[in-house]
């Protein structure tokens, strides 16, 4: 979706507005119109985002996601499908709080990897990525458990060299 034409518009109407006033004031809004290019966009976006998210809230089976492709949106629709009950049911708690929407924003090389791996273990990609937080968290995945933020301090110093957080 190109958003040039919306910006444009704006920029063509400021310019208009100040047509009558005088030449100050109509080459400030020049200058305006000039700078306003990337807030008019951002703006757009934010509102595409907003309809995006009321769409998706009105549909069954289905999300519709806003990406950026370079400088310009570009609507995505994904299907989702059904997914035996291993796969839905890793977080043994993730039921019990309901569920919520968040966003993710990945690098092109990680998000196609993440594809990739859902499409081997036969999942979608939410719910292959429920499981890897959930195994990441609960330390099931055979690597290491999350550190806590602030680790403890030494009871003694036994030589070793000790890293961690400080504060102030």
């Given at each position: 979706m190109d958003l040039s034409g919306y910006a444009e518009s704006l920029?063509?109407?400021?310019?208009?507005?100040?047509?009558?006033?005088?030449?100050?004031?109509?080459r400030a809004a020049e200058m305006l119109a000039e700078t306003l290019?990337?807030?008019?966009?951002?703006?757009?976006?934010?509102?595409?985002?907003?309809?995006a998210d009321e769409i998706t809230a009105s549909l069954d089976g289905?999300?519709?996601?806003?990406?950026?492709?370079?400088t310009e949106p570009e609507f995505v629709v994904?299907?989702?499908?059904?997914?035996?009950?291993?796969?839905?049911d890793v977080g043994g708690d993730a039921d019990e709080a309901g569920s919520s929407r968040i966003t993710l924003r990945l690098s092109e090389g990680l998000k196609t990897r993440?594809?990739?791996?859902?499409?081997?273990?036969?999942?979608?990609?939410n719910a292959w990525?429920?499981?890897a937080i959930s195994r990441s968290l609960d330390g099931s995945a055979g690597g290491p458990k999350?550190?806590?933020?602030?680790?403890?301090?030494?009871?003694?110093?036994?030589?070793?060299?000790?890293?961690?957080?400080a504060r102030s």
């Open positions: 920029r063509r109407e400021l310019t208009a507005i100040t047509r009558f006033a005088g030449e100050d004031i109509a290019d990337s807030s008019v966009r951002l703006a757009l976006l934010d509102v595409l985002s907003a309809a289905a999300t519709i996601d806003v990406r950026l492709s370079g994904n299907m989702t499908r059904p997914v035996d009950d291993s796969a839905a993440v594809e990739a791996a859902a499409v081997n273990a036969g999942m979608s990609v990525l429920v499981r999350p550190r806590p933020p602030f680790p403890s301090p030494p009871s003694g110093r036994s030589g070793k060299r000790f890293t961690g957080f």
